[in-house]
């Protein structure tokens, strides 16, 4: 069975800093592409963060150059560092396994989701 537990989640001020994490279990973890996805109240969930097998990166655009994908395939755990963080950053973040075929940031390429973490950020 497939488990994906994120932690880290919180309430910050604006320009503060959060580090999520999401241990994963019942799955070869080294041989998927991950994703950091995120839904805020009212909208559509949005991919932010991705990262493939070989550790290349993938940003969204209301991200970049303030949030960096890591992980970590000793510990099966994922990564997700965001600093400058600013009140539209609010919202359940969720992490997700894909395949060993990287598709973005779409969710449709992902097939097994954690229960999320919520980040709340102030202004």
């Known amino acids: 069975q497939v488990q994906l537990a994120e932690s880290g989640g919180g309430s910050v001020r604006s320009g503060g800093s959060l580090r999520l994490s999401c241990v994963v279990s019942?799955?070869?973890?080294?041989?998927?592409?991950m994703g950091w996805f995120r839904r805020a109240p009212g909208k559509e969930r949005e991919g932010v963060a991705g990262?493939?097998?070989?550790?290349?990166?993938q940003y969204s655009d209301s991200v970049k150059d303030r949030f960096t994908i890591s992980r970590d395939n000793a510990g099966n755990t994922l990564v997700l560092q965001m600093n400058n963080l600013k009140p539209e950053d609010t919202a359940m973040y969720y992490c997700?396994?894909?395949?060993?075929?990287?598709?973005?940031?779409?969710?449709?390429?992902?097939?097994?989701w954690g229960q999320g973490t919520q980040v709340t950020v102030s202004s």
């Open positions: 997700a396994a894909g395949g060993r075929t990287y598709y973005g940031l779409a969710s449709i390429g992902y097939n097994n």
């Open positions: 019942g799955l070869t973890f080294s041989d998927y592409c």
């Open positions: 990262i493939d097998t070989f550790g290349r990166t």
